[in-house]
């Protein structure tokens, strides 16, 4: 299918520019998400990659199950990754995972909040329910943060990410139509509420075909008019390499791009065909800004005075990526057609995404722009298209706030090299880089 015709068949809904909302923290992002919450009237569907067992999926949980003691008519429910949900951290114990929190929840209340595990493959490491956007009553909030305590500066440190508000009725149903007829009504997707859950091998079947109907679904809603006072968002869904009209939209959000593109991503390692489209850009004058998180601001960077862990090497793989990027750009650099701009904040870690082209165009998304995003979770975005900059002065001060913390690289040599790392480290990477592993790893993490 052409890809104007993908596009063409979209949902495009009108917003007043009062009725976006930029929240600058994500202490903010949890008081709203709160209170939210607590005033619910008609529906609550939230939307995470987890929702975990600590001191904020807790409190995010309660306030859930209390709106709907409250209320049992609420129309409430919570999609979490199946395989993430039913696992321990990283390194940890075997256990139920986030899962035996939510059974606990359960047979606690009378009337209880359902929370569908849904598994986009069958093994984690090959896709991903990493979909975004939770709607309350007609109000869509959109970020890429998942819940638990660092998400939501529940204690000392915070993973920085975006946070949207968009109320629009129509948007919000548009979100939940998806996330009911697309998700929960399939048949691979299960409530985690249940102690006799079948295994991930039960229902492998249900899942090979919930994913190809995933590859054809798409948001609902009809084209709304769009004036000089309004805004135009436009929700898509993508998941796998074919047909997928998100990263269809991020190519041709930088094919297009005429004076400006700034790019956030965490994890510097791009799929091709945008490395070639940010290369292009640069070459026809288009200044490219690239924010992304310094080594240490990554989720999964291990401070030397900790036991190594082979996970660690993640970070100093994208640096590594990050610096030859640079090195190949330099004279962009110098000349101010690229800025390479690295976030770092005491030990915060940093979980941006996101597309600004030319000052009017705007897709929020929770989407990585790599290899894994690109080709195997399950990924959205809203794009926003603001023509008449209704929104500039919101972006912009959402970008002061990002660049608060940030240092602008003037050479490549102000990254570290292998050199740098420390020895565990350096010895994991040449490993890695002797089995030609990462190319492997840059794939699938």
Not at 113 to 142: A, C, M, Q, W
Not at 161 to 190: C, E, K
Not at 208 to 217: A, P, T, V
Request: charge should be positive; aromatic fraction near 8%.
């Amino acid at each position: 299918m052409p890809i104007r015709n993908l596009f063409g068949s979209l949902p495009t809904f009108a917003v007043e520019p009062d009725q976006f909302h930029v929240l600058q923290s994500a202490f903010s992002f949890r008081e709203y998400l709160l209170e939210a919450i607590q005033n619910a009237q008609s529906r609550i569907y939230l939307v995470a990659l987890y929702l975990e067992d600590d001191e904020a999926g807790r409190e995010i949980l309660t306030a859930a199950y209390e709106a709907k003691q409250r209320n049992p008519s609420l129309d409430i429910a919570i999609c979490v990754d199946w395989h993430r949900a039913q696992r321990g951290l990283i390194g940890a114990d075997k256990s139920k995972g986030n899962a035996g929190m939510y059974q606990a929840f359960a047979e606690k209340y009378e009337h209880a909040v359902p929370v569908y595990g849904v598994p986009v493959r069958n093994r984690e490491v090959f896709g991903v329910l990493h979909l975004k956007g939770s709607v309350i009553d007609d109000t869509v909030i959109y970020s890429g943060a998942s819940i638990n305590n660092v998400y939501l500066h529940r204690q000392d440190r915070y993973r920085f990410d975006r946070y949207h508000v968009i109320q629009q009725q129509a948007l919000a149903d548009s979100m939940v139509g998806f996330v009911h007829n697309a998700i929960i009504l399939q048949p691979a997707v299960h409530d985690l509420n249940q102690t006799d859950l079948p295994t991930t091998k039960d229902i492998k079947s249900d899942i090979r075909q919930f994913r190809i109907s995933l590859g054809k679904s798409s948001y609902r809603g009809e084209k709304q008019a769009i004036n000089d006072q309004h805004v135009a968002v436009t929700p898509m869904v993508g998941v796998g390499k074919r047909h997928n009209v998100l990263n269809q939209k991020i190519v041709s959000l930088l094919s297009d791009a005429k004076q400006e593109i700034v790019l956030c991503t965490p994890y510097f390692n791009l799929p091709k065909v945008v490395l070639r489209e940010v290369k292009r850009a640069i070459k026809r004058g288009v200044k490219v800004h690239v924010i992304v998180g310094d080594k240490t601001a990554n989720d999964f960077y291990i401070p030397p005075d900790q036991p190594f862990k082979a996970i660690g090497g993640l970070p100093y793989l994208y640096e590594m990526n990050l610096r030859r990027f640079a090195q190949a750009n330099e004279s962009y650099i110098a000349s101010g057609g690229l800025s390479i701009h690295l976030w770092k904040h005491d030990s915060n870690s940093y979980h941006l995404k996101g597309l600004w082209v030319d000052r009017c165009r705007m897709l929020l998304t929770g989407n990585n722009v790599n290899p894994r995003a690109w080709a195997l979770d399950l990924e959205n975005g809203l794009l926003i298209d603001d023509p008449k900059q209704h929104l500039l002065a919101k972006f912009e001060a959402e970008f002061d706030g990002i660049h608060q913390h940030t240092q602008r690289i003037s050479s490549y040599e102000q990254l570290d090299s292998i050199h740098d790392y420390p020895a565990k480290t350096q010895k994991l990477l040449r490993r890695i880089i002797r089995t030609r592993a990462d190319r492997l790893l840059k794939r699938i993490l």
